[in-house]
């Protein structure tokens, strides 16, 4: 515990006003995901294109390779939730089916085997597997995400769980426990996203 409190209190000490106003963006577009609110979109991209620099300086190239994926989700997540249906004013959360499960776990299984070579055989990371199955799992997270899909939420936990410890053995203190609150963030955001996909349920009956 006295380890991590110091790391925390050094990370504060060393911490950026770039990392802090990432830090500060990201947490707002989990809290907006959270809240099913269109915000989570442009708060989003701040955040990500601020980590491209810090993932690069930090050499975890495949993170920092991800968030022009983000970007470019995020653009199409914005138009999906927005786009209105004969019942709804956007687009309302649901589960996977059978073959979207089926899609998630090639994109997942994919993304690690491909990011791993790469990794391994063209960067100079030092944690090129921890790097790249953290990255497959935001990958897959961000894509269900787009979709309104509930999984996503199941898919940021294990991420952020793997992105805790990833993040302070890289000495950025301040994101691992940004990862902490994620990972809060994402259980509750799993529990309300599952109420109201039970509500939309039951209205449908």
């Known amino acids: 515990m006295e380890l991590i409190i110091e790391g925390f209190r050094v990370g504060i000490e060393q911490m950026t006003l770039l990392e802090a106003v990432a830090v500060l963006f990201g947490l707002l577009s989990v809290w907006y995901a959270k809240k099913e609110n269109i915000l989570v979109f442009p708060t989003g991209i701040v955040s990500v294109a601020i980590y491209v620099k810090i993932c690069f300086e930090a050499k975890l190239y495949a ?11 995020s653009i199409y997540g914005w138009y999906v939730w927005t786009n ?9 959360i649901t ?3 059978k073959t979207e499960n089926g899609i998630s ?5 994919l993304s690690y085997f491909v990011l791993s070579f790469l990794l391994e055989n063209y960067t100079d ?11 497959s799992f935001a990958f897959t997270a961000m ?10 939420w199941v898919a940021w936990i294990i991420t952020d769980l793997i ?7 890289k000495g950025y203190i301040l994101t691992s426990f940004q990862f902490l609150i994620f990972l809060l963030l994402a ?7 599952r109420k109201k996909l039970i509500n939309n349920k039951n209205e449908a009956d």
Request: no cysteine; proline share 5%; charged share 15%.
């Open 63 to 73: 993170d920092m390779g991800i968030n022009a994926y983000y970007f470019i989700m």
């Open 84 to 92: 209105k249906t004969k019942t709804a004013n956007q687009t309302p």
């Open 95 to 97: 589960s996977n089916s």
């Open 105 to 109: 776990i090639l994109i997942l299984l």
């Open 125 to 135: 990371s030092d944690v090129p597997q921890w790097d790249a199955i953290t990255t």
């Open 143 to 152: 894509w269900l995400m787009a979709k309104k899909k509930i999984e996503n």
């Open 163 to 169: 992105s805790i410890p990833l993040y302070f053995y």
């Open 187 to 193: 259980i509750a955001g799993y529990i309300s996203w």
